[in-house]
Every structure is written in structure tokens, then in C-alpha cells.
């Protein structure tokens, strides 16, 4: 990942020696142990500052030249997990009000000596801009990881867990980039998984818990919301039975006296089979209420999820619009929610395509806890084989006004409006490959959700530099190289695949590679309606309504088709293919046109990887060129398939003749 800490040019960090002195904090704390043998690892490596050269306690004396005297003090004046940090000539400060803001200040030195920026230009103070910055593994406990493209499972294999050396390193790159939570296990919690909250499993899950919190990182389980059923408690799950409410008081006293540090639980109730309140009858709120009354006093929290949709729909319905689904089922329930409940919403109404309007959920509820949901496993985008930099995307939903006012999601997830709590929560992209995220570049992503969950106003091109810089090369051709592939890729990935959100279209189950009516004719309530004439669902106020879940503006400038911004049109509007697009071009000669730019743009992609040959590790290069041999053949796929269908399917030439 970025913590190689190979060695960097010295000549603007000229340390040959470091003095310590800490106050206010013990060198004992775990989180505190854990900074300072980041430190020695970080000076070692890239300055060549060896451990007999890290001096304790500092002479208060002027240190001798080439010195580094970094203070370390406690400042309750700090906001938690924030930082402060003050340069001089000689020295440099770094005050925090908690041990946790005290590791993130040291990997902020480690990433401005990584960067190669002198460390005298530490003047500044940091916070978080999102308090819970959470990851979500969706790994199983026989090793597989559903959606996961880089190997198996480092927590599990086979109903076991797994030794801790993979998960330490894990904790400390998440810890970098500032991740404070991680809930380990798949939301779809079936067989030995609703076990983890029993004593088969709880010295092991106490163990990681252990290893995150020495990072600042909260252990969160998935939880099975029929665990009483398959745990031999009683065989109903209804949340106002008196017998269930005892079993899991009974149930999660057990797990929080075993695991104390547990930060609470994530839930997917009554969503793609999983059980759930609504089987009895009682609401989503009254689900996740019965849970969070039973955590609270262990000051617990209840994520509950919102991806809660019809997925046995006739695919003849025209009138059941998957995308109203999370508003429908939750809308109503605004301020029926204990304190402790945060309720999880997926970025885009659908399902993590490529492209998708905001959720109108977000932002609605103004009395809830909400926590924005992003996918950084490229489950729709490629599978880490090809290439897509999803920050922009994410940044795109962080940005989008949505409340009343000018709030924007990320004041709602960072708890700026309504006086409510909230956060932000990633589907992880890591696996066991050496590599951790199996494309290389794929784990820029996984960098850049972090930075983006502490800073919302960083840019896309500031993260993806410091990315390059930390991992590949500090040279300004291999930066602006690499940047130029990134900062396209999601725009060249929509093109070869699903433009102007029309989205799926995709291998059913594996979601890699065309199949355009895949879903067509499936329960799963995503489909593009193509005929002869036309293609879209009209999801306006005369089709299925969805649009008018917006606040205005936006439910008017997406009513209209020549108000709506191009890249959604097909999300919301039915069209016919001689619809005249603002450049000029019919709907269907866009559509064409977009498939061959997308395929030379992963053409031009590769030709600025080989010029890079002999500029970076050669391993890495080797294996992202071999990612890239694969994105292309896909792309072609992707562009010969969709095209092809809808030449076949409205007689329509290419004006071009393509
Ligand atoms: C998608 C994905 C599933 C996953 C689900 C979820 O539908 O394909 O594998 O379980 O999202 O978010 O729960």
C-alpha cells in the first residue's frame, strides 16, 4: 500500500537524527506504542534515522544540526481525534487532545516526508470532517469475499479466523488514512457468521478488536436479525415479542462482557432475503429500536441499512420503480429512531452502478442519523481488473445539495445539519493478494476514500497525487501520467459500458462484462425497457414518480428532459433513439459514438502505462499492464455487444458508419 517507507531524497528532509519527548501521554497506551513504532519505522526507512538515532527523553538543549526535535504534547483544547502541528527551524510540535489524534498527526508527518515536502511547513491544524470514517468487509467465514477481487478473506477461512499479523498490517493502513471503524464480516450473515456473537468465537473477535482499537479503529459486527431462530432462542424474530427482547438482552450482555471494545452493529434486515421486522409486520424503526435499547448501555450503535427493495419483481410491472424503494420504506419512519441508530444509505437509489442521480433519501430525513454508503469494491466498475478511480463519483455525491437549504450530503453525513450524527461507510476492496487490492492501482481508491472521509473539500487531483507520490514516484511525468489515467477512468469506464445512466446491462451474478438484457427479464427490478423505438423507465412525475422524491430543484430539473443533466437522462426519461442530444447527435448515434470513444480512451490508457516502462517498479507495471490487456478486451466487448444489440434492435446505422 503507501507504507512502504522506501527511501526518499534527503535533501529536503535532512534528519540524521530524531529527539522525542512526549507529555501528557504514556508511551504505553497501545495507540501511542503503536504511533512511535511508526515513527521508527517511517524515519528508518525513508531517512535512514536508525533507532539508536531516536533519542528519549529530548534535551531541552538546542539539538545538534541535522536534528529533528518533535515534541509530542496532549492539548485538550483539540478537538477529538484532530491534530495540531507547528514547525520551526529546529523542531516540530504535534498536539492532540487523544491518543487517536495523536497517530493520525504522526502519519501526517510520515506522509509529508513520503511526499517529499519539508517538514517546516507543518503549521496547521486538522479534524476530521466526518466523525464515524467506517470500512465494511463483506467477508465470509469460509474465506470467500462476496464482491471481493482480490483474493480471499484475511479475517477468515473455513468458520476459523485467521492469524492477526494480516489484520495488524491492515489496521495500520486503514489507521492512515484515518478509518475509525470496520465491521469485519458480510452483511448477508448466514450459517457460522451468526455465530460470531457467541463463545465460539469470541476470543478471536476480541483479539481483533484488540488490534484495531491500538489503531482507533471500533470493531463492528454484521449481525443476523433471526439469529434467535438459528441460535436456539426462540423461533420468531418479531421485535415487540417479549421472549425475543429478552433472548438478545441476554444475547448481547454475553457478547459485550466478552468483547468490551465491540462498537455495535450492522444490520441488513428485509433486503435480498435477509430477515428482517417487516416479516412481523412492524417497521424498520422497530427493528432497529429493539436492537439499540439492548447496545446502548454498552454505548453501542445500530447501522441499519436501507437497501430494502422488492427483489422478486415481475419484470411485466411497470409500475413498481426499484429506485423509490429506500425512500418508500424509510421515509415515513423520520424521527421514530433511538440515538444510537444510524441508518445506512447507498450512495446512488439503485445499486452501485456507474452512474447514478443521489439517493433522495439522503438528506430527507431530518431527524436520523444517517451514514452516506459508498462501494469501493468494484463490484459494477470493473472488478479491479479494470481501471476506475471512483473519488470523483464519490465526491460528486459529498458535493450534491440536497437538504433543505444549501446543506450538502457531506454536511448531512458529517452532522453539520439537523443536529444529527452521521458518517460515511466503504464496501472494502481488499483481499489476501500480495498486493492487497489485486489491481495496484485499485488501491488508490481505497487511499482515497479515507482521505476524502477526513477531508470532504480535498480535490480528486490532490488525492490521487499524494496517492502517486506515496506509492509509485515522486517524478512529475510519472505523476501527471498517472493522474491523467485516474482521473478519467470512471468517465471512460461509463462510456465502454452504460452511458447516460441507463446502468446494468451487465454479466447477471458476476457483474463483470456486457450481457444487455441480462436483467431484462429477471426479478431484480433493473431494466432498460429497450424496444424498437425507444429505451428508459420514465421515472417522472408521469412515469413512476421517483423524481419527485427530490427536494427542489432537482425534482423539477430532472422532470424535464431538457433540463436534466445528460448523464442522467436515461436514468429518469424514457426516449426515442432520434431524441436530439445538446451536442447535436441523436440519443442512439451518442450511444454508439460514446462506445468507440470509451474503447480509445482505454487505448490511449495503456499507451501512457507503457510510457511509464522503466519509471516505476517494473513489477507493478508488469501486473497493472496485464489488468489493462484485460480492460481492453472488455471494453471491446462492451462496445461490439451494446452496439451491435441496438443496431439489431432499431435498424438504426451508424452515421458513421462504424
Ligand atoms: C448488491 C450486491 C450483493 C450485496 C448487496 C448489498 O446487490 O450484488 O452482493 O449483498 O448489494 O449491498 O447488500
Redesign the pocket.
Known amino acids: 500500500m503507501w507504507l512502504e517507507y522506501e527511501p526518499r531524497s534527503s535533501g529536503v528532509n535532512c534528519v540524521k537524527s530524531l529527539y522525542l519527548s512526549l507529555k501528557g501521554f504514556t508511551k504505553e497506551h497501545p495507540i501511542v506504542a503503536n504511533a512511535l513504532t511508526e515513527l521508527e519505522r517511517g524515519f528508518a526507512g525513508m531517512l535512514a534515522v536508525t533507532k539508536e538515532n531516536i533519542i528519549y527523553p529530548l534535551d531541552e538543549a538546542k539539538p545538534p544540526a541535522e536534528t529533528l526535535a518533535l515534541r509530542l504534547e496532549r492539548d485538550t483544547e483539540i478537538s477529538a481525534e484532530g491534530y495540531q502541528l507547528t514547525a520551526d527551524e529546529y523542531s516540530l510540535s504535534l498536539r492532540a487532545a487523544d491518543e487517536s489524534g495523536l497517530l493520525y498527526g504522526v502519519f501526517h508527518i510520515l506522509r509529508q516526508i513520503a511526499i517529499e515536502k519539508p517538514l517546516a511547513e507543518l503549521t496547521l491544524m486538522s479534524q476530521p470532517d466526518i466523525k464515524l470514517r467506517m470500512l465494511n468487509h463483506?467477508d465470509n467465514l469460509d474465506g470467500s469475499i462476496?464482491?471481493g477481487y482480490s483474493g480471499r478473506s484475511f479475517f477468515f477461512a473455513q468458520n476459523k479466523v485467521l492469524p492477526y499479523e494480516r489484520m495488524t498490517d491492515y489496521a495500520r493502513f486503514a489507521a492512515s488514512v484515518g478509518i475509525n471503524a470496520v465491521a469485519i464480516n458480510n452483511?448477508?450473515v448466514k450459517d457460522a457468521a451468526t455465530r460470531l456473537i457467541t463463545p465460539e468465537y469470541y476470543s478471536e473477535v476480541r483479539q481483533i478488536a484488540a488490534i484495531f482499537a491500538a489503531y482507533g479503529i471500533r470493531l463492528f459486527l454484521s449481525l443476523n436479525f433471526a439469529a434467535s431462530l438459528e441460535l436456539g432462542g426462540p423461533q420468531s424474530a418479531d421485535p415487540f415479542a417479549e421472549e425475543v427482547i429478552n433472548w438478545w438482552q441476554k444475547q448481547i450482555a454475553e457478547t459485550y462482557a466478552a468483547i468490551p471494545d465491540l462498537g455495535g452493529f450492522l444490520i441488513?434486515a428485509d433486503?435480498?432475503g435477509r430477515p428482517g421486522p417487516f416479516t412481523y409486520g412492524r417497521t424498520q424503526a422497530d427493528g432497529a429500536n429493539m436492537l439499540a435499547k439492548i447496545v446502548a448501555p454498552y454505548g453501542g450503535l445500530i447501522i441499519w441499512?436501507c437497501?430494502v427493495y422488492n427483489c422478486t419483481q415481475d419484470w411485466r410491472d411497470y409500475q413498481t420503480d426499484r429506485a423509490r424503494a429506500g425512500y418508500d420504506n424509510f421515509i415515513t419512519t423520520d424521527g421514530d429512531y433511538l440515538d444510537n441508530v444510524f441508518l445506512q444509505i447507498k450512495n446512488g437509489p439503485m445499486?452501485f452502478q456507474i452512474r447514478e442521480p443521489i439517493s433522495p433519501l439522503l438528506g430527507a430525513m431530518e431527524k436520523t442519523n444517517q451514514i452516506l454508503e459508498v462501494q469501493i469494491a468494484q463490484?459494477y466498475t470493473g472488478h479491479q481488473i479494470d481501471v476506475c478511480y471512483l473519488v470523483p463519483m464519490w465526491k460528486e455525491a459529498l458535493d450534491f445539495v440536497i437538504g433543505a437549504g444549501n446543506d450538502k450530503v457531506s454536511d448531512v453525513v458529517s452532522g453539520k445539519t439537523y443536529a444529527n450524527r452521521g458518517g460515511i461507510a466503504a464496501v472494502a476492496n481488499t483481499g489476501d493478494d500480495a498486493n492487497w487490492t489485486g489491481n495496484d492501482l485499485a488501491a488508490a481508491n481505497f487511499y482515497g476514500f479515507g482521505r476524502l472521509s477526513w477531508s470532504v473539500n480535498l480535490t480528486a487531483a490532490d488525492i490521487v497525487g499524494e496517492w502517486i507520490m506515496m506509492t509509485l514516484s515522486r517524478d512529475e511525468q510519472v505523476i501527471n501520467a498517472v493522474s491523467d489515467i485516474l482521473l478519467h477512468s470512471r468517465l471512460t469506464y461509463e462510456k465502454y459500458t452504460t452511458p447516460l445512466g441507463i446502468g446494468w446491462m451487465v454479466s447477471p451474478h458476476s457483474?463483470y462484462g456486457p450481457s444487455v438484457d441480462g436483467y431484462e427479464y429477471s426479478r431484480w427490478g433493473t431494466y432498460h425497457r429497450a424496444d424498437y423505438l425507444a429505451i428508459g423507465v420514465d421515472r417522472t412525475s408521469k412515469g413512476t414518480g421517483f423524481s419527485t422524491q427530490y427536494r427542489e430543484p432537482h425534482a423539477s430539473i430532472y422532470e424535464n428532459p431538457a433540463t436534466c443533466p445528460e448523464d442522467l437522462l436515461l436514468f429518469f426519461h424514457r426516449l426515442p433513439y432520434s431524441y436530439l442530444m445538446k451536442n447535436g447527435k441523436t440519443l442512439l448515434q451518442h450511444f454508439y459514438d460514446c462506445h468507440h470513444e470509451g474503447v480509445k480512451e482505454v487505448e490511449a490508457m495503456i499507451a501512457g502505462w507503457n510510457g511509464l516502462a522503466g519509471q516505476i517498479d517494473p513489477a507493478i507495471h508488469t501486473r497493472v499492464a496485464e489488468r489493462f490487456a484485460r480492460q481492453l478486451d472488455n471494453a471491446i466487448e462492451w462496445r461490439d455487444q451494446v452496439n451491435t444489440y441496438f443496431y439489431r434492435k432499431s435498424g438504426i446505422e451508424d452515421r458513421y458508419g462504424k
Do not use: A, G, L, T
Request: glycine content about 0%.
Open positions: 463483506w462476496e464482491r452483511v448477508n441488513k433486503s435480498e441499512r437497501f445499486d463490484e457483474h
